[in-house]
């Protein structure tokens, strides 16, 4: 005669395992997911600024021993007035916007470009502030930094 090794209360623990996964996934899905994927209120006037800022990638960067690489070498922008920035390339290489320590912006995401051809723009809108150094990856000689501040029209 051989013993049963199986009773009711594997089948009664099962029950309370599946059940608490349902709750524990439900409870995520209600309260965790809709906040991870909530666009910021961000003001109109901050999304579509009047003014677009320029910073210029200057022909010859490529060489270190020019110190001027980005015009102007830093930026100072305000939300809502200018807060949108284009790095223009005018020189014959591709360049990189990278920033020194990692910035993201609520609204428009990372800040940093790919490689920027010769001719082409890497453009970024800023929604938050903040003082962003950055650099070129493949030329860290080439510094900058934005500067972005509250503007006068966002009150």
């Known amino acids: 005669m051989s013993l049963s090794t199986s009773s009711h209360a594997y089948g009664i623990g099962l029950i309370a395992i599946i059940v608490g996964a349902a709750i524990g996934v439900s409870y995520y899905q209600l309260y965790f ?12 006037k901050v999304k ?15 060489d270190q021993t020019q ?13 809502g007035v200018d807060n949108k920035v284009v790095w223009q390339n005018n020189d014959d290489a591709a360049h990189y916007i990278t ?15 790919n490689a920027v051809l010769a001719g082409k723009r890497y453009t970024f809108l800023f ?18 930094e934005i500067d972005i501040e509250h503007g006068a029209l966002t009150s």
């Not at 997911?33 to 109109?44: K, M, R």
């Not at 920033?99 to 470009?113: A, Q, R």
């Not at 903040?130 to 000689?141: D, L, Q």
């Open 127 to 144: 929604t938050q502030e903040g003082s962003i150094p950055y650099n070129c990856k493949v030329h860290p000689w080439m510094t900058g």
């Open 67 to 79: 110190t001027q690489n980005f015009l102007p070498k830093k930026q100072t922008v305000q939300l």
């Open 48 to 62: 579509n600024p009047d003014q677009t800022t320029t910073i210029t990638i200057v022909k010859g960067s490529v």
């Open 99 to 113: 920033p020194i320590k990692p910035f993201k912006d609520k609204y428009s995401g990372d800040f940093g470009s």
């Open 33 to 44: 997911v809709p906040e991870l994927n909530a666009v910021p209120n961000i003001p109109d």
